[in-house]
């Protein structure tokens, strides 16, 4: 009994980082309070691309949150459409 208590502690112990570490606090927490949609989206991209959607805000007056929604609105609807 006490060597398998022993054994989940190190399973527990070599496994329960690897998982977490993986998760992010946004992940986690919508894993355990519910939620589904929180309207946020991290997204990596090359800087060529960023310095293309900061020069075209510029220009059209628009924040970079409101353009990159436009864009994927578009691209949505298009797909819809179709």
């Known amino acids: 009994m006490a060597l398998l208590r022993i054994l989940a502690?190190?399973?527990?112990w070599l496994f329960v980082?690897?998982?977490?570490?993986?998760?992010?606090p946004n992940i986690l927490r919508n894993l355990f309070l519910g939620y589904e949609y929180n309207g946020r989206i991290t997204l990596r991209i090359p800087k060529s691309l960023y310095r293309m959607v900061v020069e075209t805000v510029?220009?059209?007056g628009v924040s970079a949150n409101q353009f990159v929604s436009h864009l994927i609105?578009?691209?949505?609807?298009r797909k819809i459409s179709v």
């Open 58 to 60: 510029k220009k059209e």
């Open 73 to 77: 609105s578009m691209g949505i609807g």
């Open 17 to 24: 980082p690897t998982l977490t570490s993986s998760l992010t």
């Open 9 to 12: 502690g190190i399973t527990t």
